[in-house]
């Protein structure tokens, strides 16, 4: 992310629609569709890789609009599915 954010998609389970903080990692649940999201940044917390997205669902939900979803594993599709644009 040398030149700022990035967008990505995802597919999203049953268990994100109740994410609420930490680093979220698929557990339980069928797919209930995809999500596009902006990745912002990166970071480890206690020895765990992430990746920071703002989201678009509004403040209320997650950590202030955004979540944090484990980063090295391609976790729901994330890693396969981004997009960034580069103008010269």
């Known amino acids: 992310m040398k030149y700022g954010p990035v967008e990505a998609a995802f597919t999203v389970y049953e268990d994100f629609l109740n994410y609420k ?7 339980t649940g069928e797919p209930v569709g995809g999500h596009a999201i902006r990745i912002i940044g990166w970071g480890v917390e206690k020895n765990t890789p992430y990746w920071l997205i703002a989201n678009s669902w509004n403040e209320d939900w997650g ?10 594993h391609d976790e ?13």
Do not use: D, M, P, Q
Not at 76 to 88: F, L, Y
């Open 63 to 72: 950590e202030n609009g955004y979540f944090r979803i484990l980063r090295g």
């Open 21 to 27: 903080s930490g680093i979220y990692e698929h557990i």
């Open 76 to 88: 729901c599709g994330i890693e396969s599915e981004v997009t960034a644009g580069r103008i010269n």
